[in-house]
């Protein structure tokens, strides 16, 4: 059964590729931004045995600030990337002014799907900044936090049931909803 399940991810992975090497790309970005050293980099890890899909492996960062950023930076970059490459779709799905849509548009859709579906931070990056604030951090910090903390707990939970599918096309129809209004007030 865990096999079977390992294989559903796997092919899960194959489909939304593009996602995991954004999401590691997000993390090594924030490591140069913030001036944290990296020290090893798998961008994407396609194997039955392995846990993680991709990593950046880092130096210990020097503030709370940079702790946050490399953490939750995949959030950021994959839900601004989603948004970009899913604007063409939701310009001419909300315009309504063709019903064709080209195979560009798909594979933009594609694209933005694949990379929206992999945003949402992992087990390991909320458990990097769990320990950061644990250690570091003052109470009144852990305390505001940890409702945070939970939300992340519950969304890699819920990850089980394709949350983050669920979430990447949340992103998408909010876009298409955003492009909608839109041209709705400029009639």
């Given at each position: 059964?865990?096999?079977?399940w390992?294989?559903?991810?796997l092919f899960f992975?194959i489909?939304?590729f593009p996602?995991?090497?954004?999401?590691?790309?997000a993390?090594?970005f924030f490591?140069?931004?913030?001036g944290?050293?990296?020290?090893?980099?798998?961008y994407l890890d396609?194997?039955l045995?392995?846990d993680?899909?991709?990593?950046v492996e880092h130096?210990?960062?020097?503030?709370l600030?940079?702790?946050i950023?490399i953490?939750?930076?995949?959030l950021i970059?994959?839900?601004?990337?989603?948004?970009?490459?899913?604007?063409?779709?939701?310009l001419v799905?909300?315009?309504?002014?063709?019903n064709i849509?080209e195979?560009?548009?798909l594979i933009?859709?594609?694209?933005a799907f694949?990379?929206g579906?992999h945003?949402?931070p992992?087990?390991?990056?909320?458990s990097?900044?769990t320990n950061?604030?644990?250690k570091?951090?003052?109470?009144?910090v852990q305390?505001?936090?940890?409702?945070?903390?939970?939300?992340f707990?519950?969304t890699n939970?819920?990850s089980?049931?394709?949350?983050?599918a669920?979430?990447?096309?949340?992103?998408?129809?909010?876009n298409?909803?955003?492009?909608?209004?839109?041209f709705k007030?400029?009639?």
């Amino acid at each position: 059964m865990i096999f079977l399940w390992r294989l559903k991810g796997l092919f899960f992975t194959i489909f939304t590729f593009p996602g995991v090497i954004i999401h590691e790309i997000a993390h090594r970005f924030f490591c140069d931004i913030t001036g944290t050293p990296v020290y090893k980099i798998k961008y994407l890890d396609i194997s039955l045995d392995s846990d993680t899909l991709g990593y950046v492996e880092h130096g210990e960062t020097k503030s709370l600030r940079s702790t946050i950023l490399i953490c939750l930076g995949p959030l950021i970059v994959n839900t601004f990337f989603c948004l970009l490459f899913s604007a063409p779709f939701s310009l001419v799905f909300s315009a309504r002014a063709t019903n064709i849509l080209e195979s560009s548009h798909l594979i933009l859709l594609w694209l933005a799907f694949s990379i929206g579906a992999h945003a949402i931070p992992s087990t390991q990056d909320v458990s990097i900044l769990t320990n950061y604030i644990n250690k570091k951090e003052n109470l009144i910090v852990q305390i505001l936090y940890f409702p945070i903390r939970i939300l992340f707990f519950i969304t890699n939970i819920l990850s089980f049931f394709w949350f983050n599918a669920i979430f990447s096309a949340a992103i998408i129809w909010l876009n298409i909803e955003f492009f909608g209004f839109l041209f709705k007030a400029l009639r």
